[in-house]
């Protein structure tokens, strides 16, 4: 299957992040999203063809959001979808977007993701999402210890905590410069050692301080052909290509497939990325962890070794380096679940257009990479570039 | 079959709903002063009960054009609850209809008390009947009797 034409996300918008929205209902939030995203992207909502709207099923108990949704998302009288697929809900809502302009159904496509954590109980919708029967009592999502226990296992402690820590530290640094940002806590790098031992254990050494926040926001992105590009004079991030990986196992421990490294080889090989970290300018990568941050690094940039480790020591990961990693301050600092993922393509289209504000990198952007993870290790990856793609990329296979 | 086995499960799901600020001073205007308000869209004139913070039509936000409308209106729906179950407001059969308000343009869910299930009609002229004891919500309004009396003439809404 081959695209028909090019499409680009010309403009996007999110609400607030915050830990409680209590000024405003589930369509009212994605109402302010929505209302950036048109205005960012200079068009009115009449040349909106069709809205795709997502989140994590059951978190805030309402069957349908969608439907409820049309008071505040100008979905009244579009064509429209409702997509969800746990935490890669936004990435999925963009990768669908790309698919409806590029095959040319649509020419102009609003994607919205959302989330009110506050108003639900998270862990009995994620629970839901494991076999009734076998699986239910054990599911927790991405609150585990084995990631932190797998890099510690490789590198020693002492060497692993300080890594996670780092990193950790330097999220909260790209958080600091995004006034969107939910957590911004001013962390300081003289007393990391500190910060981490004082901090709540969750489960082994996954701290409260490495885990990502629980947050109220919505984003919107809109997408649109490459002909509405250039009649609307639009500054295009154009989508180079996309892959899904996934496996629905929940009950497998030990060795298993890194769907981040699968998602990135197929990518990578038909985009013609031989070098990624010199190929793509920033990374916005879906880290639930400081301890999934360090590790999936490496498998994103299909390195070997202790290479990532290496990028966070030397500082290569910060908004100024030589690959700069989440500058919005990624997923640690703001997760508004069903919208994570769209923002990790937002704040990567935004490097590309060069509209990130106070944290768009230094260095010129001509590729950047977004990722979604979510339940059970699904990982979506996109790529955006600021040249239009010359030829028709396959998109699967 | 003996031997297929049925597991019976049972999961609570708890959540909240934050109102808002603008479903918020609706709430409060109804419980503290017996007051229904509602917003007008100064560009498509539509004047939305309960309020709303932008016109889904238009986009336009709705905040700065508070209105209060009357607390009699004219049934433009109904149905007759006839079965019964837990955390039913009350005992069927009951009615349940919409009810446009005069001086709003969208109707309202409420319960409707005119004797008889029977009796209800689209286009019955209602009036609201307030709870003694008021909460933060629509069960403010106990519930909507029949007001033979009243007329819809004449009734726009109050700019607030």
């Given at each position: ?8 996300i ?40 069709c ?10 108990m ?17 064509s ?23 095959s040319?159904?649509h ?17 009995g ?5 494991a ?42 640094e ?8 939910h957590?911004r806590l001013r ?21 409260m ?34 892959e899904t990986?996934?496996r ?12 981040q ?39 994103f ?6 290479e ?12 100024d ?15 508004p ?7 990790r393509?937002?704040?990567?289209a ?5 509209t ?9 952007v ?14 979506v990856?996109?790529?955006l570039?600021?040249e ?10 | ?5 049925v ?13 808002g ?23 498509c ?23 209060r ?6 049934v ?8 019964a179950?837990?955390y039913?407001?009350?005992?069927p ?29 689209i ?5 609201a ?12 309004i106990?519930?909507?009797?029949e007001?033979?009396?009243g007329?819809?003439?004449?009734h726009?809404?109050?700019?607030l």
């Open positions: 299957m081959s695209k028909n034409r090019n499409a680009a010309i403009g996007s918008g999110m609400s607030e992040f915050s830990s409680h929205r209590e000024d405003v209902n589930q369509p009212e939030m994605i109402h302010e999203a929505v209302i950036e995203a048109l205005r960012d992207a200079d068009i009115a909502l009449e040349d909106v063809d809205l795709l709207h997502g989140n994590m099923e059951l978190f805030e309402v069957h349908q959001p969608d439907m409820w949704h049309v008071l505040g998302d100008g979905a009244r009288g579009k429209g979808l409702r997509l969800t697929t746990g935490g890669t809900t936004g990435i999925t809502l963009a990768c669908a977007a790309d698919n409806l302009v590029a040319g159904l020419d102009v496509v609003l994607a919205i993701g959302f989330e009110k954590l506050q108003e639900g109980h998270t862990t919708g994620i629970t839901n999402m076999d009734p029967l076998w699986g239910r009592s054990l599911q927790t999502g991405a609150l585990t210890g084995t990631g932190a226990q797998k890099v510690i296992d490789e590198f020693g402690e002492e060497r692993a905590k300080l890594a996670a820590m780092k990193y950790r530290t330097i999220m909260d790209h958080a600091m410069r995004n006034e969107k940002a957590r962390l300081e790098r003289q007393y990391i050692k500190e910060t981490a031992d004082n901090s709540p254990p969750l489960v082994g050494e996954l701290r301080i490495h885990m990502c926040s629980q947050s109220d926001g919505a984003c919107a992105v809109v997408f649109a052909s490459e002909e509405k590009v250039r009649a609307l004079g639009a500054n295009p991030a154009w989508i180079v290509d996309h990986v996934h629905e196992e929940t009950m497998v421990f030990g060795s298993m497939l890194s769907t490294r699968a998602a990135a080889e197929r990518l990578f090989a038909r985009a013609g990325i031989a070098n990624p970290r010199g190929d793509i300018d920033v990374f916005e990568m879906y880290d639930p962890s400081a301890w999934w941050g360090v590790d999936w690094l490496r498998d940039l299909l390195l070997e070794g202790d990532h480790l290496k990028m966070i020591e030397n500082d290569e990961i910060v908004l380096g030589p690959f700069p990693v989440n500058p919005s301050g990624g997923v640690i600092a703001s997760n679940i069903g919208a994570t993922a769209l923002v393509v937002a704040e990567a935004m490097q590309v257009r060069g990130a504000g106070a944290h768009q990198v230094s260095k010129p001509r590729r950047a990479l977004a990722s979604g993870f979510g339940g059970t290790l699904w990982t990856l996109m790529l570039s600021k239009k793609p010359e030829r028709r990329v396959n998109t699967h296979g | 079959m003996n031997d297929a086995f597991i019976e499960g049972k999961m609570a799901l708890p959540y909240q709903y934050f109102a600020a603008v479903g918020s001073k609706f709430l409060v205007a109804l419980r503290d002063e017996k007051q229904i308000l509602g917003v007008r869209c100064s560009r004139g539509m004047v939305f009960v309960p309020p709303r913070q932008s016109c889904e039509r238009c986009f336009s936000a709705l905040t700065e054009h508070w209105v409308v009357e607390s009699t209106g004219e433009t729906g109904f149905t007759v609850v006839r079965y179950e837990p039913q407001p009350k005992k059969p009951y009615v349940l209809a919409l009810i446009k308000l005069d001086g709003a343009d969208t109707p309202i869910a409420h319960l409707l008390e005119c004797g008889d299930p029977g009796r209800a009609r286009g019955m002229r209602v009036r009947v307030f709870a003694g004891e008021r909460r933060a919500n629509l069960l403010a106990a519930h909507f009797e007001d033979p009396a007329t819809q003439e004449g726009s809404p109050a700019r």
